[in-house]
């Protein structure tokens, strides 16, 4: 499966960098999955349960209490505003 660059930082510092094969949040029009080579766009992150499946096919899960999703060509970037639990 293709990856992407995903960052996911938050204020106490970067919480995950790396490959990524997909991205599951809950942006401000519903849930939503990021996959390689998805359109730009931002949106705000509402509550949710964030999943990030790794390169290698690991599964990461995390309550995230909100924030802004940047989806972009060079690398996909989550900003929270609450600790990430990783």
Do not use: Q, W
Request: hydrophobic share 40%; net charge negative.
């Amino acid at each position: 499966m293709n990856t992407f660059k995903l960052t996911v930082s938050t204020p106490d510092g970067e919480r995950y960098k790396g490959e990524t094969e997909a991205l599951f949040v809950r942006g401000s029009e519903g849930d939503l999955a990021v996959l390689a080579n998805h359109a730009p766009f931002v949106t705000p992150v509402k509550a949710c349960k964030c999943r990030i499946i790794t390169s290698d096919g690991e599964e990461i899960e995390a309550d995230v209490f909100g924030g802004l999703l940047s989806v972009a060509d060079g690398g996909d970037t989550i900003l929270l505003t609450t600790t990430f639990n990783l």
